[in-house]
């Protein structure tokens, strides 16, 4: 059963509406998504790219500028390291374009996730050395390389670290000792004294930054950085950060941007998964778009992705993004295994008495364990660690719920691991296999979560009738888009709803369409998607339920009429 909790923030919501000109509902969301203050809540509303931060604010952007203008200058050769997922993608490809753009002599090396692993690593570095590479740049990754980048500089490289990822460091009697690679500069917003003011770009978003930054200096038109805008986008959502501040302008621009993209690769990409250009919007991204092509680095190698987006003829573009289309459907069909075989694992074993889900499938691909670990999470609000059997012992990643920092129980368990990393909501993990039950077990001796903490959270923003809904309020939630993580889309609730004349879609029954009538007799066409037949059962049973609802237009054959989507009911 799901806890329904009303966000219960305030603020003078009328006196916001007045001064704004928006519903004070609308007001009401804003203060939800902690935006305070007349400064916040006007770039939330309208905030554009002049809002964007200098580039020139980034610690390190001078020293790194100067350095790699004077390489181009000079011809030197330079190589750019990325990383295999959508963000590193991105990044490599915004920064190949806007070096050759400034003259550069620049190739590209994406890692391989089975025999490179994450990030820069030596085996790079001397190949880069054996391929005469004057200049090393890094993007999404590099932070943490601080013995490779220490052997590339000793080889006589000059190495420039874009970043975004947390800044290492050791704790000696409760300081901490931030730990920074010794690299010619390092561009990073999270590092120690970086007065830029937002901390949360991805790695293309720092990649974006620093073009600026490049362009400004070398006196090419700052419009021009504006291509890559999309390639930014992309990477913010792919990359799941939050869409406050910055990232909110990146991506909003970012796909008015994308609806009419000149890269045949992006362009091949939508039409290949049958999707419209102008229609294109986050979730296409998160769930379409971005899974194809980190598919690529999951399955086969992330370089085909990069290829697919450098792409200058539109037969090639087209059979790379079909390739990716059918790597992603493979890697669909192979989660799908994975996850019925975790689930049926811990719904028949002791694990299901577990707080912390520790599943070993020992055939599965190991780039697919983060996947399935959040499918479990999903399924069992707990969180969830897989585990799979590789050559060099057991290698896994974790996803966790709120109420569980991952990183620090980790760090609790940090003698059965040869070698961990993350955050608070995910982590990767190796182990020899002898480790993995006392792993298990320590991580549920030490677990605090409560029953509370192990019951899903659903977080409703209004409670407000169905007969509210009206178009010019939609017309002014379209001001709060996009929504994703960090910017949900608004969720709304009423109770004492009957479900009028409800009809069961779809092969596998998961789509009712009905109306939904309130106390006082308004009615507004509902869709659900999801178990059809509990949905219809459950409304036999309670003629009067409650519904937690967001509100939208259903455009039917020319015809637009108002609808409620119910997300869930009790």
């Known amino acids: 059963m799901e806890r329904w909790v009303v966000a219960a923030k305030r603020a003078d919501f009328n006196e916001i509406g007045r001064k704004f000109s928006i519903d004070p509902v609308i007001a009401r969301l804003i203060r939800n998504r902690d935006v305070v203050g007349d400064e916040a809540i006007r770039n939330y509303l309208y905030g554009g790219l002049e809002d964007l931060s200098s580039p020139e604010q980034m610690k390190g952007m001078e020293e790194a500028a100067v350095l790699l203008l004077e390489k181009i200058r000079g011809k030197k050769s330079i190589r750019i390291i990325g990383d295999y997922d959508i963000d590193g993608i991105m990044s490599s490809y915004i920064l190949k374009k806007g ?17 490179d692993g994450y990030g820069l690593n030596g085996h790079l570095v001397r190949q880069a050395y054996e391929d005469g590479i004057d200049t090393i740049v890094t993007c999404d990754n590099g932070i943490a390389a601080a013995a ?8 006589g490289m000059s190495v420039i670290v874009t970043d975004h990822h947390e800044i290492p460091y050791e704790e000696e009697q409760g300081e901490r000792r931030y730990i920074l690679p010794p690299a010619n500069a390092v561009i990073n917003p999270k590092q120690p004294g970086c007065p830029y003011p937002f901390k949360g770009l991805c790695g293309a978003g720092v990649a974006f930054q620093f073009i600026r930054g490049l362009y400004g200096r070398a006196g090419i038109p700052l419009e021009e950085a504006m291509e890559f805008l999309e390639f930014a986008a992309i990477a913010t959502v792919g990359d799941v950060m939050d869409l406050q501040g910055e990232n909110r302008i990146l991506v909003k621009e970012g796909l008015k941007r994308l609806h009419t993209t000149p890269n045949l690769g992006l362009q091949e990409l939508i039409l290949q998964n049958q999707l419209s250009m102008d229609q294109v919007d986050v979730y296409h991204i998160g769930f379409v778009l971005g899974p194809c092509l980190n598919a690529s680095g999951r399955l086969d190698t992330a370089a085909r992705a990069l290829k697919l987006l450098l792409s200058d003829s539109r037969e090639e573009a087209s059979r790379l993004a079909g390739d990716l289309k059918a790597l992603n459907e493979s890697r669909k069909a192979m989660t799908l295994q994975g996850e019925e075989e975790a689930v049926r694992l811990v719904e028949h074993s002791d694990l299901i008495r577990d707080r912390v889900l520790v599943v070993f499938l020992p055939d599965c691909h190991e780039s697919l364990a983060g996947i399935i670990a959040g499918r479990l999470k999903e399924h069992f609000h707990r969180p969830a660690f897989v585990l799979t059997r590789t050559e060099e012992g057991l290698k896994g990643s974790g996803r966790s719920i709120e109420a569980y920092s991952m990183y620090e129980e980790l760090c609790r368990c940090r003698e059965y691991l040869t070698k961990f990393g993350g ?13 993995l039950e006392p792993f ?3 991580l549920n001796e030490l677990c605090a979560l409560t029953e509370q903490d192990l019951t899903p959270k659903i977080t ?5 009738p169905i007969s509210y809904i009206r178009r010019d309020l939609l017309e002014q939630m379209e001001l709060l888009k996009p929504f994703g993580k960090g910017n949900s889309r608004p969720l709304f609730a009423e109770k004492n709803i009957r479900v009028l004349n409800p009809r069961i879609f779809g092969k596998n029954r998961n789509v009712v369409k009905m109306q939904l009538m309130d106390e006082s007799g308004c009615v507004i066409d ?10 219809l059962r459950f409304a036999g049973e309670h003629p009067a339920m409650s519904v937690a609802y967001y509100p939208g237009i259903d455009r039917y054959r020319g015809r637009d009429t108002l609808q409620a989507t119910v997300v869930t009911y009790q």
């Not at 070096?99 to 089975?114: C, H, K, N, Q, T």
């Not at 982590?427 to 020899?432: H, K, L, N, Q």
């Open 99 to 115: 070096l050759e753009r400034l003259g550069a002599e620049a190739d590209v090396r994406i890692p391989d996730r089975l025999t």
């Open 148 to 155: 490779q980048i220490a052997a590339a500089r000793e080889q």
């Open 423 to 435: 955050h608070p909501m995910a982590a990767g993990i190796s182990m020899e296999e002898s480790s």
């Open 440 to 442: 298990r077990r320590k």
């Open 460 to 464: 409703i923003d209004v409670p407000m």
């Open 526 to 535: 509902g869709v659900y998607f999801g178990d059809g037949d509990g949905f």
